[in-house]
């Protein structure tokens, strides 16, 4: 199986909403799966390999993200462990913080902010 990578951030007026993305697996190219602590295991399996998924091409172990599948596009690649936990992680602020034009966007993203006074007392439901 051969997937090909796309430029995530479409800003069409079709486009899709920030948390859709950020907050699920099947579009880093999980496909279907359930979420089992530090691993994602995919649902819609090969009868020949119960590791790969015939609607995705990531697999996550206790952290560790493998491609199982070839990738098309020239210069493309997979996303990494570090990188699919960055997406995810965005997904925190998109809660409250859900338009791309929000000052929080301007720089990288910190999620330790979230132990800020501020963000405890919001979180807290205070």
Same mark, same amino acid.
């Given at each position: 199986?051969? @997937?090909?990578?796309?430029?995530?951030?479409?800003?069409?007026?079709?486009?899709?909403?920030?948390?859709?993305?950020?907050?699920?697996?099947?579009?880093?190219? @999980?496909?279907?799966?359930?979420?089992?602590?530090?691993?994602?295991?995919?649902?819609?399996? %090969?009868?020949?390999?119960?590791?790969?998924?015939?609607?995705? @091409?990531?697999?996550?172990?206790?952290?560790?993200?493998?491609? +199982?599948?070839?990738? +098309?596009?020239?210069?493309?690649?997979?996303?990494?462990?570090?990188?699919?936990?960055?997406?995810?992680?965005?997904?925190? %602020?998109?809660? %409250?913080?859900?338009?791309?034009?929000?000052?929080?966007?301007?720089?990288?993203?910190?999620?330790?902010?979230?132990?800020?006074?501020?963000?405890?007392?919001?979180?807290?439901?205070?």
């Amino acid at each position: 199986m051969r @997937f090909a990578p796309f430029h995530p951030h479409n800003t069409g007026e079709k486009a899709v909403g920030c948390s859709a993305c950020h907050g699920n697996p099947a579009f880093l190219g @999980f496909g279907q799966h359930v979420l089992e602590g530090s691993s994602i295991r995919g649902t819609f399996l %090969c009868e020949k390999s119960d590791r790969k998924a015939l609607d995705g @091409f990531l697999s996550l172990d206790d952290g560790t993200v493998t491609s +199982t599948a070839a990738v +098309t596009r020239k210069d493309s690649r997979p996303l990494s462990g570090d990188e699919v936990r960055a997406v995810w992680a965005v997904n925190l %602020c998109i809660v %409250c913080h859900d338009k791309a034009k929000d000052k929080i966007y301007r720089k990288r993203l910190d999620t330790r902010a979230l132990d800020d006074a501020l963000h405890r007392r919001l979180l807290s439901g205070g």
